[in-house]
């Protein structure tokens, strides 16, 4: 393992620990077994430490989900892998949509910059789309609308996790964690009753 990917695997325990903001680089060293001028020399600061996490990790993601379209059937197939790859990336890296709405806010070409020439697929998900519509088993709905809906509901828990835990929860993190594990299939439930024709009156 070369000192890049063992400062990286240092980085992304602590981060998940700490979170992003209560992270400090000398705790990453020390994690690492470096001291924090060899740190600094492969990572300037710790947003950039954090970047190449996120890049790496979403670059990791989407092609998985390009290979799902390609093997699945159903829209019903295809939401329950997205969810479940989605969550487990942010089980992963909690700290993420908190960041990345602040870091957006700053720099709107943040997204593209990471993302480079990955795009979620909406043609293909807008594929599966109408073929459940042609067999009757779904409403007719925009890949847009679905997508944005689906992530939004993926990432709420995480983003508002300060008041959910306290208002819902009443700060039982083990309550708060078993809510995350049983996410998967009630957002995927969720989202195809609301769009199921079998399921209208």
Do not use: C
Not at 56 to 85: C, D, G, K, W, Y
Not at 115 to 136: A, F, S, V, Y
């Amino acid at each position: 393992m070369t000192t890049e990917e063992i400062i990286l695997q240092a980085a992304r325990k602590v981060f998940r620990e700490k979170g992003l903001e209560g992270s400090r680089m000398q705790e990453i060293a020390d994690e690492a077994g470096i001291n924090k001028a060899l740190l600094h020399y492969y990572f300037r600061s710790k947003d950039k430490l954090f970047m190449k996490i996120f890049s790496e990790a979403i670059q990791s993601m989407l092609p998985s989900v390009r290979i799902s379209l390609q093997e699945v059937e159903t829209l019903n197939q295809f939401l329950s892998f997205f969810v479940h790859e989605y969550l487990k990336l942010l089980n992963e890296l909690p700290w993420l949509p908190r960041f990345i709405l602040q870091e957006v806010n700053r720099n709107p070409k943040l997204i593209k910059d990471i993302m480079g020439n990955r795009e979620l697929p909406i043609n293909e998900i807008d594929r599966l789309i109408r073929r459940d519509t042609e067999k009757g088993l779904i409403m007719p709905i925009s890949a847009e609308h679905l997508m944005v809906n689906v992530i939004s509901m993926i990432i709420f828990p995480f983003a508002a996790r300060p008041v959910i835990q306290t208002l819902i929860f009443k700060d039982d993190e083990h309550a708060y964690k078993q809510f995350l594990i049983d996410r998967s299939e009630q957002i995927t439930q969720f989202v195809l009753r609301s769009i199921s024709i079998q399921s209208k009156p």
